[in-house]
């Protein structure tokens, strides 16, 4: 709620803000390093910055409110992009709370979060920060370590910890001993409180409220509403890249059971929040893979029952005939594969392999058939076996995949790198020699001096045996530049579009090429090439972009993008920081 204050001014009040912050905290300055086109995959609709925050913060806002305690969200890195000569600590210091709260967000926010909640510390030095989630877990004992945090929340579920932290403050208490899964720091000393709330049901139980987003529009016909359902944690499968694998849970989490659901009527009750703007609405189902024939044909009755525009599904396996009949009934439904490979053997080792691309192409007609309107085939660059040739053995396959379907747009093959990090915490990450990998950037602190490398091949934290870092950005642009191509000659993308992609590659690669060329020789980038850094991170930073729909999208209308700050205060801030 809004609090004015003697002074005149007006601030932001709350129990707690949940506080997103930009990839590289300090990005608006940096002419030292590169935020290069496809550096952040260009997968989703989001820049380098990465400004999409966790949408288990919705989980917390909502199970605290019921709590009659009052949670915000403040988007800082959606706030800067969209209005770059805001001023960040003037914002921090309108923001009126006695508990703040951070995220790493799967560690590309392991830079500007630390870095953001130091900023914060020395705005109100009385205020405790906290960090949550699965990278924080990982790294609890090395977090815990940096001044700017006061307390770390381990697990996959942090909502009774928080809810019982926040209410505890509230009362003037910051004894925290008889709250799980807490690190904390009592008069410098570091108390750990145990790890023991694991819930092996009702994942994330509260039911997250979307109605703030039914009349906002959004910012361009290119942007459409979109919300994101997110109905388990952990995974009933084991891909050895991923840190939220049964691997990573079993490890990191210490629980046998690694697939933790949520209550399928809080899902769809989800689903209700929007209203008549469901029409309106597409919808991400994230982690539907994991989900069972019953669960997943309740909440394809749902969407039917409520008219959503569009759902675009995660599947792991060929989704089974009576599935796809009920997703061509329920709305414009897009599937989303993601063999990794074409290769067999590849596939397989990334923990796919369920199916090869001949049954994929027999499969595709009957998706089709059914009434789906589109199936989106995504490849990944870093896998074991993988090296340059089989990238461009894959691209080559992509050609034969559109042309066996004539150009046809809903069958959409694409491909990008495993950016900026293998996920801390999974089997590759964990046993990197066993599968082919090395592991440059182990600790936190690695990782966060990676994030502001110049070079965006030096960030990452790994490479395989059959790929350097270097490499893989190489094969990375050629094989999405020959993508790109291929989908021009068939009319799947307009040829300005085309050219426009492989414009801004070249210019980006020769860029990087420009400051390889002068670290190497001096050590340093001379003046005259960090105004050319600048200029085209100023440029790149201007929109988003992803690959499905590769125009450039004015900020705003995104489900992430800020709804607190009101526009008033955006204007003083603006005014305050130019």
């Known amino acids: 709620m809004l609090v004015n204050k003697s002074s005149g001014s007006i601030n932001l009040a709350a129990d707690l803000f949940l506080v997103h912050a930009p990839s590289v905290y300090d990005f608006r300055e940096r002419d030292d390093m590169l935020f290069a086109y496809l550096s952040d995959s260009d997968s989703v609709n989001v820049t380098s910055i990465y400004e999409m925050y966790p949408i288990g913060w919705f989980s917390i806002r909502q199970h605290l409110r019921e709590y009659d305690l009052d949670v915000e969200i403040v988007n800082v890195a959606s706030l800067m992009l969209m209005h770059p000569e805001i001023d960040v600590e003037g914002l921090l210091s309108r923001l009126d709370a006695d508990v703040f709260g951070f995220d790493l967000h799967w560690m590309p926010q392991c830079h500007g979060s630390i870095e953001l909640a130091a900023a914060l510390k020395r705005i109100k030095p009385d205020a405790l920060t906290i960090f949550g989630g699965i990278s924080a877990t990982v790294y609890a004992e090395e977090l815990i370590g940096y001044p700017s945090v006061d307390v770390v929340v381990q697990g996959y579920d942090t909502l009774d910890p928080v809810r019982q932290l926040v209410a505890a403050v509230k009362k003037g208490v910051r004894d925290f001993r008889g709250i799980p899964n807490l690190l904390y720091k009592d008069r410098g000393e570091v108390v750990r409180t145990g790890f023991s709330h694991k819930p092996a049901e009702n994942y994330n139980d509260a039911t997250n409220d979307w109605s703030f987003y039914k009349e906002g529009r959004p910012s361009a016909p290119s942007v459409t509403k979109l919300i994101m359902t997110l109905p388990n944690t952990g995974?009933?499968?084991?891909?050895?890249?991923?840190?939220?694998?049964?691997?990573?849970?079993?490890?990191?989490?210490?629980?046998?059971?690694?697939?933790?659901?949520?209550?399928?009527?809080?899902?769809?009750?989800?689903?209700?929040?929007?209203?008549?703007?469901?029409?309106?609405?597409?919808?991400?189902?994230?982690?539907?893979?994991?989900?069972?024939?019953?669960?997943?044909?309740?909440?394809?009755?749902?969407?039917?029952?409520?008219?959503?525009?569009?759902?675009?599904?995660?599947?792991?396996?060929?989704?089974?005939?009576?599935?796809?009949?009920?997703?061509?009934r329920a709305t414009n439904s897009y599937i989303m594969l993601s063999p990794e490979s074409h290769d067999p053997r590849i596939s397989k080792a990334a923990g796919r392999g369920t199916y090869d691309m001949a049954q994929m192409e027999e499969w595709i007609p009957r998706a089709l058939d059914s009434g789906v309107r589109g199936i989106m085939v995504w490849f990944f660059i870093g896998m074991p076996y993988q090296d340059r040739q089989s990238v461009l053995d894959t691209i080559e396959y992509c050609r034969r995949l559109i042309k066996r379907f004539d150009g046809d747009p809903a069958v959409i093959p694409l491909v990008c790198p495993m950016v900026p990090f293998l996920d801390p915490g999974s089997r590759f990450f964990e046993q990197p020699e066993r599968h082919g990998y090395r592991i440059f950037h182990r600790t936190l602190a690695d990782h966060r001096a990676a994030m502001?490398?110049?070079?965006?091949?030096?960030?990452?934290?790994?490479?395989?045996?059959?790929?350097?870092?270097?490499?893989?950005?190489?094969?990375?642009?050629?094989?999405?530049?020959?993508?790109?191509?291929?989908?021009?000659?068939?009319?799947?993308?307009?040829?300005?579009?085309?050219?426009?992609?492989?414009?801004?590659?070249?210019?980006?690669?020769?860029?990087?090429?420009?400051?390889?060329?002068?670290?190497?020789?001096?050590?340093?980038?001379?003046?005259?090439?960090?105004?050319?850094?600048?200029?085209?991170?100023?440029?790149?930073?201007?929109?988003?972009?992803?690959q499905i729909i590769p125009v450039p999208r004015p900020f705003g209308g995104r489900w992430f993008d800020d709804n607190t700050v009101p526009q008033h205060l955006v204007d003083e801030l603006t005014r305050l920081g130019s």
Request: hydrophobic fraction near 35%; proline fraction near 2%.
């Open 235 to 328: 995974c009933a499968h084991d891909c050895g890249w991923c840190g939220g694998s049964r691997f990573a849970y079993q490890n990191v989490m210490e629980v046998k059971r690694t697939l933790i659901q949520k209550d399928n009527s809080r899902i769809i009750d989800e689903l209700r929040t929007m209203g008549e703007a469901a029409r309106q609405t597409s919808i991400y189902a994230l982690q539907c893979y994991s989900e069972g024939r019953t669960r997943m044909h309740e909440y394809l009755d749902a969407v039917e029952e409520l008219g959503y525009k569009s759902v675009y599904f995660e599947q792991f396996n060929l989704t089974p005939a009576d599935t796809l009949a009920k997703m061509g």
């Open 452 to 546: 502001v490398e110049p070079l965006w091949h030096r960030r990452l934290n790994y490479e395989t045996e059959w790929l350097s870092r270097r490499e893989l950005q190489d094969v990375s642009y050629e094989a999405i530049s020959r993508l790109v191509e291929i989908k021009g000659e068939y009319g799947m993308l307009p040829t300005s579009i085309c050219e426009s992609i492989l414009v801004t590659i070249a210019q980006t690669q020769e860029l990087l090429g420009e400051m390889e060329s002068a670290l190497e020789m001096d050590g340093k980038l001379p003046a005259d090439l960090r105004s050319e850094i600048a200029a085209y991170n100023r440029r790149i930073l201007a929109y988003s972009s992803d």
